[in-house]
């Protein structure tokens, strides 16, 4: 009886009308957006007040845009070529805060905003404050807290593009796996932030559990249900109906719900308990509920003897050490599913020069040169059986 293991990315959403990374990123930075009396993002101009300068988010979009600029100018080398993203964007802002509030920043992430790019950053930082400001009718706000306010932006933006309903396509591969009579669990472990494949498993009416329990009318999270069960769903990035309460408990929340978990002390509170960024994913790794996600999918790996990767672009490090832990410890077989496998399969398994693996001494590192959507999983079968 197989134990598989489903890594899937952001790209397995888009066939179903999800935004992309970048299509993210272009209407974050390029679309209009407003901020109403509560410090809510929405689309479009703001429909509450005629002085619609007040409720625009022109001066946030004005230092986002600063930021992707100075990020494409100093380490576009350094991104497997891309263009920045609205990840990279969110991790510079939270760096700038750091930096301003004089906390320590780790060595590894010193080099990716040098003193230069920040000084740079601080004037147009201030330029920003001015323009917010002087569409605010006198009201002040301090650099932390205008950062405070990029910071929500970027999350209720994400949150509000990726929560637009979508008919789910192109998983059916999921279905096909759990309807294996040889397969004994499936475990999904996910990083996207929408609630797709949820979408998808209820339509099929596939059983899973994905840590949550239902106590005092809220989803509750309780890791003990990650262990348990045919199908698992982990979402290893959180999710965007995930927040955290004023006694830190993570809970599920229907959109519109959240404000009820606002701290009416503190506006600028960020509930949300999705991940949003680039390097400084690895130190939130270490928050829950993600330390314990991380844990409980450590140990299902190590029972697993295949997994299945797609839609994944092969760009996040701690990800990337549990895949090659995969291979190199627990021998498991892992299938690559995408157009271009090899040049995932470089970034995986040789982006870091002294874990190294040669896949010809590794034939468990294998190729299927297709989309997921475009995928039955008996062609996976076929690609592990020769």
Known sequence: MMKVQLLLGSGVSIPSGVPSVDDITKSLLNS???????????QGECSWSTNTSRF?????????????????????QSHFGRSTTYEDVMFLILLMRSRILGREIPLRVQ???????????????????ANYEACSLGKTVREVEFLDLCERFIHEAVRNLLSKEVKPIGLEFVEQIV????????????????????????SRSIAYDDGFETTDSHNHFAPRHLLTGKV????????????????????????????????????????????CGSENKTDLYEDEPFITIHSQWSRLL????????????????????????????????VVI???????????????????????????????????????HWDEVKREIEN
């Open 302 to 333: 190590e029972e697993a003897e295949l997994m299945v990767i797609s839609g994944y672009g092969g760009c996040d490090a701690k990800i990337n050490d549990a895949i090659r832990n995969f291979v190199q410890v627990y021998v498991g077989k």
């Open 111 to 129: 080099r990716l905003l040098g003193e230069k790019e920040f000084i740079e950053l601080k004037k147009q930082l201030a330029k920003a404050i």
């Open 56 to 76: 625009s988010a022109s001066p946030e979009q004005y230092l986002l845009s600063k930021v992707r600029d100075i990020n494409d100018s100093i380490h576009k």
């Open 32 to 42: 209009t957006w407003s901020r109403d009396p509560f410090i809510r993002y929405q």
């Open 232 to 275: 698992r769903l982990l979402k290893l990035h959180g999710s965007i109906d995930w927040f955290e309460d004023d006694e830190g408990n993570v809970v599920r929340c229907d959109e519109g719900n959240e404000l009820q978990l606002r701290d009416k002390n503190d506006p600028f509170r960020l509930p949300f308990r999705f991940l």
């Open 179 to 202: 309807m294996d009579k040889e397969l004994h669990s499936l475990t999904i472990a996910t990083l996207n932030h929408d609630t797709l494949m949820e979408d998808f498993l209820s």
């Open 337 to 375: 599913l995408h157009q271009e496998a090899e040049l995932i399969e470089e970034r995986i398994f040789n982006s870091s020069a002294d874990r190294a693996i040669d896949p010809v001494r590794h034939p468990g590192i294998l190729h299927v040169n297709k989309w997921m959507q475009d995928c």
